[in-house]
């Protein structure tokens, strides 16, 4: 059954239900703009409170007790200005379910705070795998790109030494001309030079006795090698001292005396402090000569590094057989000396010498020292 009681006119009703819900829809769209739900609520049933015992409401405490909550339905019918209970009631379902929109509405910007950040996170989580893959791809690229470096360096190093060559003008070393010593040069000591441009090379032989005149070869190593330490080695005291007035040696270190003589090999061990990088007999090819220096010299050379020996073509004629020492006789021949290696390297499967490898070519051949970083596993 419902009980229906009288205020004093069916406006003021209105009117005070207008003012009613005024303070809960304002408090609604604060709480929805700042999303401090909690909070707001109980500010809001705080300034309710003062505003509704305003004068101008003439509302009874059980009157907005019924709003706030504090009143219970017997104390409203106890109420003798009480207002029509059950169309209150239909406004305070209408409150509350406007207040239940805003909770919902706080729920809503919660979750969706929430999937933002994992998105974030995600996102994130992506851009680190992402740069990952991309740091590993470029390692590899650069991996790829040093090895295509590495391998254009072999395949164009012979023309990277004619082209130096020419580039110098003549007259040209016979390295190029009578022989052909592009093809070890190019194959080994110009991509050699690219891993270690401060490589400590030592050549024996300045050409003082070549038809052109000394120092052919200089200007090709000058050119190539622009960081390198570079040492040049000559019989010839007298063609050194003016090769080097001329400005020919410029940047070059010098030893004088004979490759074949133990003592000043000894001296130009000290002079120059040894551990070469690279050597390059290319002096007086004697056998003996030749012999005698690389058993002095191939011990100063650094693990990895290349020896090379020229003109060996000339080793059994009898010119070239006529020095000898106390280190070898006038029959000893290099070559013969150099195929025992090679039998060495093939048959020695114990690894008992230094030398990695030996690699020749029409009248030459280079050595190369083992590197113990790179040992067999």
């Known amino acids: 059954t419902l009980h229906y009681y009288n205020l004093s006119s069916s406006s ?5 239900r207008q003012q009613l819900l005024a303070p809960a829809i304002c408090a609604g769209l604060v709480f929805f703009v700042l999303g401090y ?7 809001f049933a705080r300034c309710s409170s003062n505003y509704m015992y305003n004068e101008d409401l003439n509302l009874s405490p059980a009157q907005f007790g019924i709003v706030s909550g504090t009143t219970t339905p017997k104390q409203l019918l106890q109420d003798e200005n009480a207002i029509d209970v059950n169309e209150l009631i239909e406004q305070i379902k209408l409150l509350q379910d406007n207040i239940s929109a805003v909770s919902k509405l706080g729920e809503l910007v919660e979750s969706l705070q929430k999937a933002l950040n994992e998105a974030k996170m995600l996102h994130s989580s992506a851009m680190n795998e992402q740069e990952g893959e991309e740091s590993s791809t470029l390692s590899a690229a650069g991996s790829d790109q040093l090895l295509m470096k590495d391998l254009q360096d ?3 190093g012979r023309k990277v030494f004619l082209d130096t060559v020419r580039a110098q003008g003549k007259p040209f070393t016979d390295k190029v001309t009578t022989h052909a010593y592009q093809t070890m040069y190019g194959q080994y000591l110009i991509p050699f030079y690219k891993r270690n441009p401060k490589m400590k090379m030592l050549e024996i032989g300045l050409g003082c006795n070549m038809k052109y005149g000394p120092g052919a070869s200089v200007k090709v190593w000058k050119a190539l090698f622009l960081q390198a330490d570079l040492w040049e080695a000559e019989y010839s005291g007298e063609c050194v001292d003016k090769a080097s007035q001329s400005n020919m040696l410029d940047g070059f270190s010098t030893l004088v005396g004979d490759q074949g003589n133990e003592r000043v090999l000894d001296d130009w061990i000290k002079k120059s402090g040894g551990n070469f990088d690279v050597i390059i007999d290319d002096g007086g090819h004697q056998n003996c000569q030749i012999y005698t220096s690389f058993v002095k010299l191939w011990p100063t050379l650094k693990p990895g590094g290349l020896y090379f020996i020229e003109d060996m073509q000339v080793a059994k004629w009898s010119e070239y ?6 280190m070898c006789n006038h029959t000893f021949v290099m070559p013969e000396y150099l195929k025992g ?5 093939i048959y020695d499967s114990e690894r008992k010498g230094d030398i990695e490898f030996m690699s020749c070519q029409s009248e030459a051949c280079v050595l190369g020292k083992r590197d113990p970083q790179y040992a067999a596993l």
């Open 12 to 16: 003021s009703i209105m009117q005070q």
């Open 341 to 345: 290696i090679f039998d060495d390297l």
């Open 321 to 326: 057989m006529s020095f000898a020492n106390a």
């Open 37 to 43: 739900t909690s909070s707001l609520l109980n500010g």
């Open 154 to 156: 072999v395949l164009y």
